[in-house]
């Protein structure tokens, strides 16, 4: 495997584009969003509480709902029942900062004994990565856990762990993982932020996985020197949010800015979005910009807000009960603490915005086999909700 020593500084990087840019017309930058307007029509319900820590979930074909907590616990929902389901043979688990046990997939072919796909963040204080493992549900077990993919290289401390999944509909696993931190922190010879432009790294960039946890056929980084053939696509700070459309395919995903500049991204494999390069937010410690807004052969995100809601969880919304929201995105916010909307046109641009106030931190958001939306909140004792017509 190539030395992270052999990829070039990320100011080589910027410096190489813009030259290979110059000739081309710059493009446009994009507009953020404060507070999108309130969104009308609308009310939540609880459907279970006292969750412990809940991050992700995910739908069993008899409508069950399995639900991670982040302190490495699993619990099946039946209604407002509560059942904790044990994993066996877990890998270590850390959980300081923003690591724990993460998300879960279910394999989408599974009718019986359901392989289970869940992230974790997995090792030490001083040395752990984002992990996924693969088990099988059993209807009262997760068992046969063995690790299918592990990030590489190692960090340290708990930031930026990503850890998202999205099946495809070609049947390959997308994943999602951070960048592995702000500064000072730092990964190897360089600034942890600095690996999304490191193609011989996984930190900051969406893998593209076989249901073994191997490099997808035609992953479109694989055949270029020193890149790492599970890496689909790069230049990511810390995606907390990824969903494939069911009916175009699209890929979306939202991301964390640093101070302001979050977004929501169309990603296409291959492709390049700018992280720590191009950003909308500025440093955390010094408030001065993170790169800049446009870079020349970087993607420009489709959203930006400003300031961060930090979002979490996504979805494109395709059910009957909300039939004036179909085609929308709808995007979870820890910060701000709602739910965002994002009406599409039949290309996928952005046309307008408006907010589903939760007044909790969300976690997760989903659609239900029933055309409903269910978000987590992200609590110690945390909820999961349900949004029905008013």
Request: charged residues 20%.
């Amino acid at each position: 495997m190539p030395s992270i020593e052999r990829f070039p500084t990320w100011r080589a990087v910027l410096a190489a584009t813009l030259l290979a840019g110059s000739t081309h017309s710059a493009f446009a930058q994009v507009e953020p969003v404060d507070q999108p307007p309130a969104a009308r029509g609308w009310k939540m319900e609880t459907v279970a509480e006292d969750l412990p820590q809940p991050w992700g979930m995910a739908w069993l074909p008899d409508g069950r709902i399995l639900v991670t907590g982040k302190q490495g616990t699993l619990h099946l929902l039946s209604g407002k029942q509560r059942q904790a389901i044990p994993i066996e043979g877990l890998p270590q688990l850390f959980t300081g900062g923003q690591g724990g046990l993460l998300d879960i997939a279910l394999h989408p072919a599974d009718k019986a004994n359901q392989r289970v796909y869940l992230t974790m963040a997995s090792g030490t204080a001083d040395e752990n990565r984002t992990v996924l493992v693969q088990g099988i549900f059993d209807g009262k077990r997760v068992h046969g856990v063995r690790t299918l993919f592990s990030v590489t290289p190692a960090k340290s401390g708990g930031q930026h762990f990503g850890s998202r999944l999205a099946w495809m509909k070609d049947g390959s696993l997308l994943m999602s993982i951070g960048d592995g931190g702000n500064p000072p922190q730092r990964v190897g010879n360089m600034l942890a932020r600095e690996q999304a432009q490191n193609l011989g790294s996984h930190h900051g960039s969406i893998l593209r996985l076989t249901t073994e946890g191997k490099p997808a056929p035609g992953n479109p980084l694989a055949s270029k020197q020193g890149a790492l053939p599970e890496i689909w696509s790069y230049g990511h700070r810390n995606i907390q949010g990824l969903a494939v459309d069911p009916v175009s395919g699209r890929v979306w995903a939202s991301e964390h800015g640093p101070r302001g500049g979050d977004e929501i991204n169309l990603v296409e494999g291959g492709k390049n979005y700018g992280w720590p390069l191009q950003s909308y937010g500025a440093d955390y410690k010094t408030r001065e910009p993170v790169g800049m807004k446009v870079v020349p052969g970087m993607v420009q995100p489709l959203v930006v807000w400003v300031p961060s809601p930090a979002p979490s969880g996504l979805v494109v919304y395709t059910g009957k009960a909300f039939p004036q929201w179909q085609g929308s995105l709808f995007s979870g916010s820890l910060a701000g603490e709602d739910i965002r909307r994002v009406a599409l046109d039949a290309d996928g641009k952005p046309i307008r915005q408006e907010k589903l106030d939760i007044g909790k931190r969300v976690r997760d958001v989903r659609q239900g086999p029933d055309g409903y939306l269910y978000a987590l909140t992200d609590e110690a004792s945390g909820k999961l909700l349900r949004i029905v017509p008013r």
